[in-house]
């Protein structure tokens, strides 16, 4: 009996860690993309909660199975590139997919049959007209695999290897589907299928794609995958091809947001899809992946309240595709470790303390590193540049930073201490005098303020540099 009852826990244990060998990979290594879960965490709860009062838009009614939503209804869930994952709302509530499926079975159809082969039947940009129009590009194809025509095309191209099991969302989405069979018989007019493409088999797949159902959790997972490079977050198993999701993240950052794609581009700088059933699948590259779903609409057919958080979430954080560039307003970055940049920083200035690079640690003062760092055994820079005999960086950190010549390392020994025990006299020298204008002349307050001052001739110098930094 025992044995059995270890047989089946062990067995239960496999299954938890199987299906999660990633995340519990990255805890052991403590290497989390995000590393303060939690507070991040708290911060999504609360932008939910602003786009929560929200009470505009419509529910979508022109397929009656949409209309039945509560426009209540609102959930956010998110799944890091390693596996963490947070929901909070109505997020195991079912929905279907609707156009959120056509970045899925692009990238499927890239996968498959390869990039060259799928843009023989679909373009590439954005058409600058509503998804459902009844139009083609000048080569008389689709205008991207984003709007109905071009999603149309590509379910004409993918193999279906097994029959979708079909459901009232299906017949619902097949009933009052006179525009994309109007789409389909315009697209067969202009021989855009491939030869011997079934366009009434293509429709029927296309229709039981926009009515598959997720929820928001299950979403999210899929959104994470195009995050992480085609490999699922949850197994660590490669779905897509890496090509796949390039192209998929790069026509989802044009044309995924119906007539809203160029103001959803500018404002929060990400790939994202919406759907008519109020879902939004928001890519954050490397990081992770986001699933949205409010059923209420505005006028182009995006959710309020998905659109809404999308914004707020990059007004927060520095995730919008341009947000590193150097001398950019800064945001809160939940990737960044603070006791690991605070490592990198003490090793980079203890290094070019010790080469005596002067450049380097101008460079550094002028991007407001703190001069001062100490390292485990609480030597400054200062100590280590005295102790190397480097006159022209003692002087820079002396003459221009002003730091702090009396601190003491862990054996008690200061900068001119350790200049006096290595026989640097040039250096002694200079410190000697540092250490008699920093005690009579620097007031308290004055040391405080001046501690990263730079003098003009410095600052004019280091102005030369700033390009290079």
Not at 58 to 73: G, T, W
Not at 352 to 376: N, P
């Amino acid at each position: 009996m025992l044995g059995q009852y270890l047989s089946g826990r062990h067995s239960d244990i496999c299954g938890c860690v199987g299906s999660n060998i990633v995340l519990l990979t990255q805890a052991f290594q403590k290497r989390f993309i995000i590393p303060d879960f939690i507070n991040f965490a708290s911060s999504i709860d609360q932008l939910y909660y602003n786009a929560q009062t929200l009470q505009e838009g419509k529910v979508s009614d022109y397929i009656p199975q949409l209309a039945k939503f509560n426009p209540d209804l609102w959930g956010v869930s998110l799944c890091t590139v390693d596996g963490q994952r947070h929901s909070v709302g109505d997020t195991q509530v079912p929905f279907c997919l609707q156009s959120c499926v056509k970045p899925l079975e692009y990238a499927l159809a890239i996968n498959e049959l390869g990039t060259e082969h799928v843009h023989k039947y679909v373009g590439k940009e954005p058409s600058g007209l509503k998804f459902n129009k009844l139009s083609l590009n000048e080569d008389d194809k689709p205008h991207n695999p984003m709007v109905n025509a071009g999603a149309i095309v590509i379910s004409s191209l993918l193999k279906v290897r097994r029959q979708l099991a079909l459901s009232h969302r299906f017949q619902s989405e097949k009933e009052t589907g006179n525009r994309n069979f109007a789409i389909g018989y315009y697209l067969k007019e202009k021989k855009c299928f491939p030869s011997g493409a079934d366009m009434i088999a293509a429709l029927d797949f296309y229709f039981q794609l926009c009515s598959i159902e997720v929820t928001c959790q299950s979403g999210s997972v899929m959104a994470a995958t195009l995050a992480n490079g085609g490999i699922c977050p949850i197994t660590g198993e490669r779905v897509l091809s890496a090509e796949a999701v390039r192209n998929t993240l790069s026509l989802m950052h044009s044309c995924g947001m119906y007539d809203f794609s160029g103001q959803f581009a500018f404002h929060v700088g990400l790939p994202a899809k919406s759907g008519v059933s109020g879902a939004v699948l928001l890519v954050v590259p490397n990081i992770m992946g986001v699933m949205c779903w409010s059923p209420p609409l505005d006028r182009v057919g995006n959710s309020m309240r998905g659109i809404h958080f999308c914004q707020e979430l990059v007004s927060v954080f520095n995730f919008h595709n341009y947000d590193n560039l150097r001398h950019f307003a800064k945001k809160l970055d939940p990737r960044r470790q603070a006791g690991h940049e605070r490592n990198k920083a003490v090793i980079e200035l203890m290094f070019a303390a010790y080469s005596g690079d002067v450049s380097a640690l101008r460079r550094f003062a002028l991007s407001a590193v703190d001069m001062e760092l100490r390292d485990y055994d609480f030597r400054s820079a200062l100590h280590v540049t005295a102790a190397e005999g480097h006159l022209e960086a003692v002087k820079f950190l002396t003459g221009t930073c002003r730091v702090n010549p009396h601190v003491k390392d862990r054996w008690g020994n200061t900068p001119l201490d350790d200049a006096m025990q290595f026989g640097h006299e040039n250096v002694v020298e200079v410190l000697k005098e540092y250490q008699r204008i920093y005690s009579h002349t620097l007031m308290p307050q004055e040391i405080s303020s001046q501690a990263h001052a730079l003098d003009a001739e410095d600052l004019r110098n280091m102005e030369t540099l700033e390009g290079f930094v």
